[in-house]
């Protein structure tokens, strides 16, 4: 009964999906365009959303919540937003703990499904961990936000020129360099561990400075260490006159961003499936890259960054 539930439901996501997409918007064949069709009323609940501790997520967390508040009957608990890295939310998620939070095609794929094989194909890899997660859990994927913000490998550019480097395989050659970390960038296989697999790198022996994910320009821009992982849509790559070195392996997989809900909340209220499509596949990587600037840079608050954009395109 559980699988037949689930498959329902995934159907009906496909659907709907569909219907949105195509631009559809009319009634159904067998409704009348002026008789819509009765919903069943839903009894107001709380829905707790989650994110990661840093500002895009926390700023698309925010986005949904108040997209949730303002299109259904529901409130929602904002409390677990910065609650900590995937490793702790995608447990939570599963176990009933929150019921949605942003994620990341290529982090699902590879550290929650455990996927060694790197899918390059951004679609491909969305399908591939949407069905997996719906088969595996019972949590949908959304349809992706619009935008992904893939990982890259910095350098100061004085120090790129001077040791002649601008891919990361020629990083991999030169030994001894301090890689700039948190405490799980160096265990995930989409980060350090899978890079230095792919490019030769010896990770067990690099010299490492570990700081928390905020901090990883200032590490770098003050000399801490020689390279850093960030992300493709950093609001403070505007500020900054870093040299992204070119992944000529193409190691890393694609991140788009989509929200992750468990499956009984939008089977009892699927209003607020309907509360988040008209959001999904609108925001693009120049405009996340602003959003973010604003918090990271403008230190404006994520919350109100994002009720700002939403009201700025009609979406509450």
């Known amino acids: 009964m559980k699988?037949?539930?689930?498959?329902?439901?995934?159907?009906?996501?496909?659907?709907?999906?569909?219907?949105?997409?195509?631009?559809?918007?009319?009634?159904?064949?067998?409704?009348?365009?002026d008789e819509p069709a009765e919903e069943a009323a839903e009894e107001p609940t709380t829905i707790i959303l989650a994110a990661k501790g840093w500002s895009e997520n926390m700023t698309l967390g925010y986005m949904a919540a108040l997209l949730i508040e303002a299109n259904t009957v529901h409130s929602v608990d904002t409390s677990k937003i910065n609650m900590g890295p995937t490793e702790m939310l995608h447990p939570a998620l599963v176990e009933g703990q929150i019921d949605i939070y942003p994620?990341?095609?290529?982090?699902?794929?590879?550290?929650?499904?455990?996927?060694?094989?790197?899918?390059?194909?951004?679609?491909?890899?969305?399908?591939?961990?949407?069905?997996?997660?719906?088969?595996?859990?019972?949590?949908?994927?959304?349809?992706?936000?619009?935008?992904?913000?893939?990982?890259?490998?910095?350098?100061?550019?004085?120090?790129?020129?001077?040791?002649?480097?601008?891919?990361?395989?020629?990083?991999?050659?030169?030994?001894?360099?301090?890689?700039?970390?948190?405490?799980?960038?160096?265990?995930?296989?989409?980060?350090?561990?899978?890079?230095?697999?792919?490019?030769?790198?010896?990770?067990?022996?690099?010299?490492?400075?570990?700081?928390?994910?905020?901090?990883?320009?200032?590490?770098?821009?003050?000399?801490?260490?020689?390279?850093?992982?960030?992300?493709?849509?950093d609001g403070r790559l505007k500020e900054y006159g870093f040299v992204i070195l070119e992944d000529d392996k193409s190691f890393f997989p694609p991140y788009d961003a989509i929200y992750v809900v468990r499956g009984e909340i939008l089977e009892q209220y699927p209003s607020i499936l309907e509360a988040l499509t008209p959001l999904l596949g609108t925001i693009d990587e120049a405009m996340m890259t602003e959003l973010n600037f604003k918090v990271e840079v403008e230190m404006q608050d994520p919350e109100d960054v994002a009720r700002e954009y939403l009201e700025s395109v009609g979406l509450i």
């Open 3 to 33: 699988a037949l539930k689930v498959s329902a439901l995934f159907l009906v996501l496909i659907i709907a999906a569909f219907l949105f997409v195509s631009g559809c918007g009319q009634p159904a064949a067998d409704v009348p365009a």
């Open 103 to 233: 994620e990341y095609t290529g982090t699902s794929w590879m550290v929650v499904l455990g996927n060694e094989e790197v899918i390059s194909d951004r679609r491909e890899i969305y399908e591939a961990s949407r069905d997996a997660y719906l088969e595996q859990f019972g949590i949908v994927m959304l349809e992706p936000i619009g935008f992904q913000n893939t990982f890259a490998m910095a350098m100061k550019a004085e120090r790129a020129a001077e040791l002649g480097v601008t891919t990361l395989s020629e990083l991999a050659a030169i030994p001894d360099l301090t890689f700039i970390g948190d405490n799980t960038t160096f265990t995930r296989p989409d980060l350090y561990l899978g890079l230095g697999e792919a490019y030769g790198i010896d990770m067990d022996n690099i010299n490492r400075v570990i700081v928390d994910t905020s901090f990883f320009y200032e590490a770098l821009d003050q000399g801490e260490g020689d390279v850093t992982t960030l992300f493709s849509t």
